[in-house]
């Protein structure tokens, strides 16, 4: 599960990281990045699902995308 802060800084940032989150998880549709925005724990469960990594190494990855933008 992603920490609060993280969670924040993702919405808020949301729309900033988009397209890198669509060429990092290309199996994403456009309703799981709506959904993503709203609930960013559901957005790192489906991204799981999708691609078959582990929850923990989608949180890092999304981490370090907000870290960069």
């Known amino acids: 599960m992603l920490?609060?802060?993280t969670k924040q800084?993702?919405?808020q940032k949301f729309q900033q990281i988009?397209?890198?989150?669509?060429?990092?998880f290309p199996d994403l549709e456009e309703q799981d990045l709506?959904?993503?925005?709203?609930d960013?724990?559901?957005l790192v469960k489906t991204v799981a699902q999708k691609s078959g990594q582990d929850?923990?190494?989608i949180e890092q990855q999304l981490k370090q995308?907000?870290?960069q933008s």
């Open 40 to 42: 960013p724990d559901q």
């Open 9 to 11: 800084q993702l919405q």
């Open 18 to 24: 988009k397209p890198q989150l669509q060429q990092k």
């Open 3 to 5: 920490d609060q802060q």
């Open 55 to 57: 929850e923990q190494q």
């Open 65 to 67: 995308l907000v870290q």
């Open 34 to 38: 709506q959904k993503g925005q709203s």
